[in-house]
């Protein structure tokens, strides 16, 4: 880390705050943008990247993978035979009272048994170092297009801070998605048709939408662009009606298909979901995996990964209290002030109360919402996250807590995390509260390849070049051609200029 | 028109096209070079400067900056082209449009003051592809589609089949196996028409589609297209000096998409040459007719 942060340090802090106008103006006109209050801004990138070593990154991996492959198991159990609730390892009330177990996904089995094709499990660092797991993102993950264009901002506008490491690329994340939603086309496709469905420009992470769209070559449709017609998903095209096979949908299940759920919404397609059930169609991720990263079923996914794995988790949680148990609910009403509290059903940090941070009205209006509603929120301790040096808006660097997303993608065979990651940063100072929609930023991330360190011995030597291998012949190095030197001739130019002064004496 | 006129449109085309593909080529370079270190910083900056024929010596990033943006007097450098084509433009300025040529004066100036930083190059060097942009708009809102433009079309034209051939030859995808075929795709700005073909991100697919797309403008095959257009509505009789391109193409139109990479490598080299013996041929036929005086001091 020292001699990343040293050749920053050395740019001083006019230096940083140039540099920081420098990317301001590159993301803007990139056009890197999320949407916050209906305003389109700029994802900001701190110019500090997080860097994680080769070894910690395989637990990370590994640790992200099991999670996924129990929840994959629990969701195919839940919305199948429910051993899970029979062996008695998650009450059935539990299930049953989540807002996100929708009985309309009952009976659709994905073709290639896939239902979370593309997860973000959010990783914090506590107090004694140790990783856990805050939250399972199962839905729509977003922030994926962030890590590959923090990468390349990154590089555009502090190019030094790379030269003495060996950093993972993540680049071909675009191309693992696609194969991916390609493997989970249904049955008897051969070459099937891949699209994105976005609610359009407002949403706030449209950006991503149309970047993932782009990097894989696929439509971005809209709700108006499908229409469902005996069974099958089309959208429309000049060509006339062309089947859907995937659809990778970036928005809710709420809104997916009128017919089934808000009868009101404009966003989706009518019939989509039966579509589905035929097994004509492919939704990624799957409807109905709320249930499984709903935060009342978070404090299970441990005694989940020994069920269906039989593995000890490798990744631990944060210690949650359920507040449906009285004597639980009882204690986290005393000691409020040293918990975080927050809805089960939220996301992007709406609704979080920190108790540390909150005055007493606060307090004591959530001790009256949970006394209420205990299934719908959970208490968790204040967990200190880790900080990472973070450069402020005058040019100074001093810590900001963080947090990380990793991004994993599910084809049917093998689970792939991204190596990277979004790391997300809280500016305010002492701030826990990460979220973009909050006020945070984010960080470059990056892994290590393994054995970077030794990166320098490991180079080429020039002579093993390739463009002087034997497959490159003589014309290609030839000179390039020029053109006559139309004023640059010294003969033509004097003469001219002499003509000139010549007509300028007569005249 | 007059043979002089036509071979500044000739060259117009050529350095302008030169410019914007040296450009784009170094800000990619540069980007895979910072995050990637396959090479060292002396065999990364050959690599490109032999990509682009360069006679320099670069043995530190920035040294590589410095050499591939130059100086006026190497049409082989960033700033060179910039010269080059100004100095083309200053002989037909009677000839183009005046905003035309004010785009080109302030592209030049800004070309000669703001030089890039060799820490840090990409604002510069992205200001400056928009200035070319601006050329390259103003050529297509308002140029007159006479000769003159089928000139600067066939200057154009041979230029990026030069470049592109330069760049699949060069090897980004056998030097930096995991980023080397995106940079090729990013510096002749393909990657959203490479991945709307659902084909995989790997060197083969790469090439082949830098050799034999149909529908991108920098394709070899969509050059050699436009360049034999070009010289058809010069001069549709005299097919011989259109018949080596026009050969090409046509083997381009029937080869099977998926040759091998030998094969491929055969028709890079086959278009290198191919540009040479085109412009020579153009050159002859309409900059030089036969019988034209050149007095020796």
Known sequence: ?507 | MLSRLAESFFWMGRYLERCEATTRLLIEHHQLTVQQHTLDDAASGTFLTTLLALDANSSTPADLIASVYGSESDPSTILGTLAATRNNARAIRDAIPGDLYEALNSAYFAGISEVPNPGLPGTVLRAQIHRLAIINGILEWIAPRDSSYDFLQLGRSLERLDLTARLIAAGYDRTWPDQGPVTMLRSVDALGAFVRGQIPLDGPHVRTFLISDRTFPRSIYFCCQTAEAAMRRLKDRDDHIFREIALLRSELEFSNASSAESDQISIVNRTVDVVVKTSLNVSNEFFRPVGSIIWSA
């Not at chain 1, 198991?73 to 996100?100: K, M, N, W």
């Open chain 1, 1 to 507: 880390m020292l001699p990343l942060l040293s050749n920053l340090l050395s740019l001083g802090s006019a230096g940083l705050v140039d540099r920081g106008k420098i990317r301001d103006s590159y993301l803007s006109t990139q056009g890197i943008t999320f949407t916050l209050s209906g305003k389109e801004r700029p994802l900001s990138v701190d110019l500090v990247p997080r860097v994680i070593h080769a070894g910690e990154w395989e637990i990370i991996s590994a640790g992200v993978k099991q999670r996924i492959k129990a929840l994959e198991l629990f969701l195919a159990d839940v919305y199948g035979e429910q051993g899970v609730i029979r062996d008695g390892v998650v009450p059935r009330q539990l299930i049953t009272s989540s807002e996100h177990f929708l009985r309309e996904a009952y009976g659709i089995h994905p073709a290639n048994g896939v239902r979370i094709h593309v997860a973000g499990i959010d990783l914090i660092r506590d107090e004694a170092g140790q990783l856990r797991v805050l939250e399972d993102n199962l839905r729509c993950p977003s922030g994926v297009s962030y890590v590959l264009e923090n990468r390349r901002t990154l590089a555009h506008v502090v190019p030094e801070i790379f030269s003495n490491f060996q950093v993972r690329s993540v680049e071909e994340y675009p191309e693992h998605l696609l194969n991916a939603l390609r493997a989970a086309a249904p049955d008897g496709v051969v070459e099937p048709t891949v699209a994105i469905l976005t609610p359009g420009i407002h949403n706030s992470a449209h950006f991503e939408h149309a970047f993932l769209a782009r990097r894989m070559g696929i439509e971005l449709v809209e709700g108006r662009d499908l229409f469902c017609k005996g069974g099958y998903l089309y959208m429309r095209t000049t060509g006339g009606p062309m089947p859907v096979h995937v659809l990778y949908r970036r928005i809710d299940d709420e809104y997916l298909d009128p017919m089934q759920f808000k009868p009101d919404s404009i966003l989706g397609v009518p019939g989509i979901l039966n579509v589905a059930r035929a097994g004509n169609v492919t939704l990624a991720n799957a409807v109905g995996n709320g249930v499984a990263d709903d935060k009342a079923i978070y404090p299970y996914v441990p005694k989940l990964i020994r069920y269906y794995l039989d593995e000890e988790p490798i990744l631990p949680n944060v210690e949650t209290f359920d507040l449906q148990d009285p004597d639980v609910l009882s204690h986290v009403k005393k000691n409020l002030a040293e918990m975080v509290v927050k809805p089960v059903a939220g996301s992007g940090g709406y609704g979080l109360v920190i108790g540390p941070k909150a005055t007493a009205q606060e307090l004591s209006d959530i001790s009256k919402v949970i006394s209420e509603n205990p299934r719908g929120w959970i208490a968790q301790p204040v967990v200190n996250l880790s900080t990472c040096p973070t450069v402020l808006a005058d040019g100074e660097v001093a810590p900001r807590h963080i947090d990380l997303r990793p991004f994993a993608v599910n084809d049917g065979k093998e689970i792939w995390v991204l190596p990277g990651g979004l790391t997300r940063v809280a500016l305010v100072e002492g701030s826990l509260v990460v979220n973009s929609s909050q006020g945070g930023g984010s960080k470059d991330t990056w892994v290590l390849a393994d054995g970077s360190e030794s990166k320098r011995s490991k180079k080429r030597e020039i002579k093993e070049i390739s463009i002087e291998s034997e497959t490159i012949e003589v014309p290609v190095l030839a000179d390039r051609e020029v053109g006559p030197e139309v004023l640059t001739s010294t003969r033509l130019k004097q003469q001219e200029e002499q003509q000139q002064q010549e007509l300028g004496s007569t005249c």
